[in-house]
């Protein structure tokens, strides 16, 4: 759209001398800072489950989990090696932790998301309660907040990460701290904040004083049970299905600040419309097999796999059983921003 004016020698001569005082001509660039429509670098990409969970108990004999202090495989986009980003401002991981593990407590600026893969349990504490973590459960870790995790069971358990690393690093916004504790205590009974917050009511005198969502637990009953009866009631999106966002009860946003977590079902023979959106999305299959087409790029799914879409890449999802997707982008802060768009592709 911006085309590079010509180049002369004279014109070569200016950019070396000015770039003695770290200077450089907007016109020699403009056309690739300012461009028509979204080019992310991302590419679209896939990991089977099948083909890398050996990796994750390999690591789990490796290392433990208190030298490690989180042991993760992170799962990064082909073209971004090296960033530790699976998009351009998300973060994604595998996290596995052994029977008789714990994973000290600790806390940072960046915002957690974890999504139960395998194994039952493990627990993960947040702000004095802990969880039990089971299969397709999303549950947060807020900015901020004392985390730790623990595996009193008897089986390995795997959930994914999803951070806002690379959004907080682009900001400069990184603080962390140990508590200087294995765990944080305990003052909650588990449940407590999901019967107090997650019930389509609030504490009387209760006042939000953060921008994250007080409920931290969202488990996968309630969420499957309300996209099967929403699937049945009908109508589908033409391109999505069913999908529904999480959100924070006191505000009706996201339910953390940076990231937008999104689970939706594709009823069986579901061939979806192709859809472009700003946000690149990380997708976790719950259950269910089918197909994603990104770009030019189709990838066959069944349950744990993941896959990442970029940015303004055409997105249509086919389903050959009833399939459940969990997913997570950086929508909020685009909508915060006016920025997000979507278009039919
Ligand atoms: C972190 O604190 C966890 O608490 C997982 O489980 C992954 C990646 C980068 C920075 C902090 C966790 C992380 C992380």
């Given at each position: 759209m911006f085309d590079k004016p010509t180049s002369t020698n004279e014109r070569q001569g200016f950019y070396a001398r000015i770039d003695q005082h770290d200077m450089t001509p907007l016109w020699e660039v403009l056309g690739s800072l300012v461009i028509p429509q979204p080019n992310s670098p991302c590419v679209a990409a896939q990991w089977h489950y099948d083909a890398i969970r050996d990796y994750l108990l390999e690591a789990g004999r490796l290392i433990t989990a208190k030298e490690a202090e989180r042991r993760v495989l992170i799962l990064e986009n082909p073209a971004l090696r090296g960033q530790s980003a699976i998009t351009h401002t998300m973060y994604c991981g595998l996290q596995v932790i052994m029977p008789g593990e714990v994973a000290p407590s600790h806390r940072h600026t960046q915002s957690a998301l974890r999504f139960v893969i395998e194994g039952e349990g493990a627990y993960t504490a947040v702000n004095g309660e802990r969880v039990t973590m089971r299969r397709g459960d999303f549950i947060i870790t807020p900015s901020w907040t004392w985390h730790d995790h623990g595996n009193p069971g008897e089986e390995p358990v795997i959930w994914m990460d999803g951070l806002d690393i690379p959004l907080i690093r682009m900001l400069d916004a990184s603080f962390a701290e140990r508590l200087g504790e294995e765990t944080q205590p305990v003052t909650q009974p588990e449940g407590d904040a999901l019967t107090r917050y997650g019930n389509n009511m609030l504490p009387v005198d209760w006042e939000p004083?953060?921008?994250?969502?007080?409920?931290f637990h969202y488990p996968y009953d309630r969420s499957r049970e309300a996209l099967d009866k929403l699937a049945r009631s009908g109508p589908l999106h033409p391109a999505h299905g069913v999908k529904m966002q999480f959100i924070n009860p006191a505000s009706g946003g996201s339910v953390i600040p940076t990231m937008g977590t999104f689970m939706q079902l594709l009823p069986k023979g579901f061939k979806g419309n192709g859809e472009r959106v700003t946000d690149g999305t990380i997708y976790n299959v719950v259950e269910g097999r089918g197909r994603t087409t990104i770009g030019e790029r189709t990838f066959d799914w069944g349950p744990r796999d993941i896959f990442v879409a970029p940015s303004w890449l055409p997105v249509s999802h086919e389903a050959d059983d009833d399939a459940v997707l969990f997913s997570y982008s950086d929508r909020p802060v685009q909508k915060a921003l006016g920025l997000w768009r979507s278009a039919p592709a």
């Open positions: 004083t953060t921008k994250t969502s007080p409920v």
